[in-house]
């Protein structure tokens, strides 16, 4: 009714900062008995390893797409939407053709140079035309890791010299299958692969739930090895395109890196000596 431009009709005066009591009350006991937040849980690096060396050489190349797109959601920490299609609509633009740019010694290749030349590319651009959270225009960039599986540039020149001869609009992770016909990769598929990814990385003996491990997982493992690293909160801010500290949520406590070492430094023993008359 707000955004309608009428009065909300949880407040008796439509100057009030808060709710009114019974509103409150309600939310208050609606929060109360919500289950916890169980949030995907991060991929290590090794997952996303193993799912570029075996899914991204299997014999069919909507697997091998779908592994470039997993290792390029993990490098740039994108969310699914930003790289698969939808049948809802949505404002968040998916990457196309035409938001991809391929440097080599700071110049722009084209998109319809042979594979192997593409592949010599030192970094790539990605262009966010618009997002989940209504942020437009955001780049973002990388340069080669000098990985042989596990780098952004050489997965993004695979996904674009694959549709190097289409329209600049067509859908990053398109790709002519075996029999001619032009698919594009879907966000199940996406999931699966992951989730192929996560067993045969054998995560479950690193304590971790299948149930919680999907699309996401891409994002929180980006940002989450970023902290590890060492990283500062702003590179990673900046990367995941987070204007707020919200970003929190996806550097997880359960990751046991990100506490090595603190247990040593809390049992250092200091004695204070409390200054305040309070």
């Not at 900062?17 to 919500?34: G, P, T």
């Not at 797109?69 to 994108?78: H, N």
Request: charged share 20%.
């Amino acid at each position: 009714m707000v955004t309608r431009g009428l009065r909300d009709p949880r407040r008796t005066d439509p100057g009030q900062h808060n709710l009114d009591l019974a509103f409150s009350s309600f939310y208050k006991v609606c929060k109360s008995a919500d289950p916890p937040a169980r949030p995907q849980q991060a991929l290590p690096s090794s997952t996303i390893l193993w799912i570029a060396q075996v899914i991204g050489t299997a014999t069919s190349k909507r697997l091998r797409t779908a592994a470039d797109l997993i290792v390029l959601a993990f490098f740039f920490l994108l969310r699914v939407g930003e790289y698969t299609p939808s049948r809802q609509p949505r404002q968040t633009v998916p990457l196309r053709k035409a938001d991809v740019r391929l440097w080599r010694a700071g110049r722009v290749l084209d998109h319809r140079l042979p594979l192997a030349e593409l592949m010599a590319a030192d970094a790539v651009t990605l262009c966010l035309e618009n997002q989940k959270n209504g942020f437009k225009g955001a780049t973002l960039h990388h340069t080669t890791s000098f990985h042989q599986w596990l780098c952004p540039v050489r997965s993004a020149a695979r996904l674009v010299h694959e549709i190097r001869n289409m329209d600049p609009t067509t859908g990053l992770g398109t790709y002519v299958d075996e029999s001619g016909r032009v698919y594009r990769v879907q966000a199940t598929e996406i999931r699966a692969a992951i989730l192929l990814g996560a067993i045969g990385d054998n995560l479950m003996d690193s304590g971790y739930d299948l149930t919680r491990v999907g699309s996401h997982s891409l994002r929180s493992g980006g940002a989450t090895h970023l902290k590890v690293l060492g990283y500062d909160d702003d590179t990673i801010k900046k990367l995941g395109r987070w204007s707020s500290n919200t970003y929190l949520r996806y550097i997880q406590s359960q990751i046991g890196n990100l506490m090595a070492g603190i247990a040593t430094q809390m049992s250092t023993v200091l004695r204070f000596h409390n200054v305040s008359s309070y």
